[in-house]
């Protein structure tokens, strides 16, 4: 996992007191019914499916005879973004360097993020001073083979109003971890199968305003967290970068008024998307 955050917002959320509140990214932008293409690159499997929210499906190029391929997203419009962020990738495996820009006209572009060269094929998340752009592209270069991208989010986070400080077991190492052993009659062990399936995850957060799990863009994550949609979870983004793609595993998101005043608390149980 890697969060790349320029030095303007680092030090932005720093004065606001937010570097470690967890973020969360998710398509409220619909970038699922926008136009995907190869952008650079030849394509061999379609860039709808960066869009989609699924990690079985991954768009697939190979790049120029600059070793450069890009991912495109035409939101048909200008938007906002500030945060975008890939899963399910090959990008290490291919020794690329990879970095977000915007361009107004499919044509001319200006980088947004800084660059990164993953050393893992885990989630990054890129997080840049805010711009708005009808189009954005992942661009990706010195790759030596085909790229792979499964999932990609263009939008703004939600920045939780708590941190969380105990109760809440990171997965340093994958959690789902399937074992069937094999022991002799003898009590040894002879052997163990292992099958990971990834990782899991839940948090509580106690003390919220209820005027923001009442405002719609929480609503709306609600909702598309409630329906078992996919998305980005940073529990400490700027200390540690445990970015992960995740979905409900559990119980639905149903705010509780837990006091005092008239403070809520929630829960989430989420799947994480966790293979290195």
Known sequence: MTMVITTPVA????????????????DAL??????WSTDTGTEVASAAYAGTGTTYDAWTATPNGSNQAALM???GSAQDVEFAAITAHNLADVGATVRIDSSPDGSIWTIRSDTDTPSDNQ????YFTSASARYWRVWITNATDDVSIAVAVFGSPITMEQRIYQGYAPPITETSVDLQSNVSEGGNLVGSSVVRSGSSASVNFTHLDPATLRGSAWKAFQRHFNEGGGFFWAWRPTKYDDLFYAWRMGKTIMPANSGPKDYMSLGMEM??????
Not at 11 to 26: K, R, V
Not at 123 to 126: L, M, Q, T, V
Not at 271 to 276: E, G, Q, S
């Open 11 to 26: 030090s932005a959320l720093s004065s606001a007191g937010t570097s470690n509140n967890p973020l969360i990214l998710w």
């Open 30 to 35: 619909d970038g699922g019914s926008g136009t």
């Open 73 to 75: 997203l035409d939101f």
């Open 123 to 126: 989630a990054i998340g890129f």
């Open 271 to 276: 799947r994480l998307y966790d293979n290195p």
